[in-house]
């Protein structure tokens, strides 16, 4: 500890300053703002959704953006290669839109968005493992866990599903 602080207090020229300076300090600094950067996100859209519990998961994003960056694995794999944030920010936007506008678009209530996100993870998750079975590289030892993920889910599943039927015809 004695170390670190010397490096942060004054520099010299010695391999413990330039671990602390060259490797550490950079990673540190990117944490602070990556984490920054999503608890404005998760402010926002909790502000634009009117729920305080409102989180990407629930919206679809999460499944959205795996199942496009998935898709590209499979379809475009030399071009994912070079850009796979790009598919899954793509991903991510069509699944929070298709979530926004099978809610109601405006006049959605924050419970009906929630409930079309989770309907819309629900479905993207499903054609993610669909893609995962039936994908011809799936034996090359690319798993990336949705098979045991739903699975833990399934209770989880059925009670949105069956307060989706209750809560969905009733608001309208």
């Known amino acids: 500890m004695h ?12 391999l413990e300053h330039n671990m602390v300076w060259d490797l550490r300090m ?6 602070i703002l990556a984490g920054g950067a ?5 402010a926002l859209l909790q502000t634009i959704t009117r729920n305080p519990l409102a989180a990407s998961d629930t919206l679809g994003i999460n499944a959205g953006a795996y199942f496009v ?4 694995a499979i379809a475009f794999p030399s071009l994912l290669s070079q850009s796979p944030f790009l ?3 793509l991903g991510g936007l069509l699944a929070a839109f ?16 929630a ?16 893609l995962h079975i039936f994908s011809p590289w799936r034996h090359k030892g690319c798993s990336f866990g949705v098979q045991e993920h739903l699975s833990r889910m399934t209770g989880v599943v059925c009670f ?12 309208r």
């Open 26 to 31: 950079p990673r540190t600094v990117i944490g």
């Open 160 to 171: 949105m599903l069956c307060l989706g039927w209750l809560v969905l015809p009733s608001s």
């Open 98 to 113: 298709a979530a926004y506008f099978m809610g109601g678009g405006r006049t959605s209530s924050p419970v009906r968005l």
């Open 38 to 42: 999503l608890a404005v996100a998760g």
């Open 69 to 72: 960056v998935v898709l590209g």
């Open 3 to 14: 170390v670190v602080w010397d490096a942060l207090t004054g520099r010299q020229d010695s």
């Open 87 to 89: 598919f899954a920010a």
């Open 115 to 130: 409930l079309s996100g989770m309907i819309v993870s629900m479905v993207l998750g499903s054609f993610t493992s669909a």
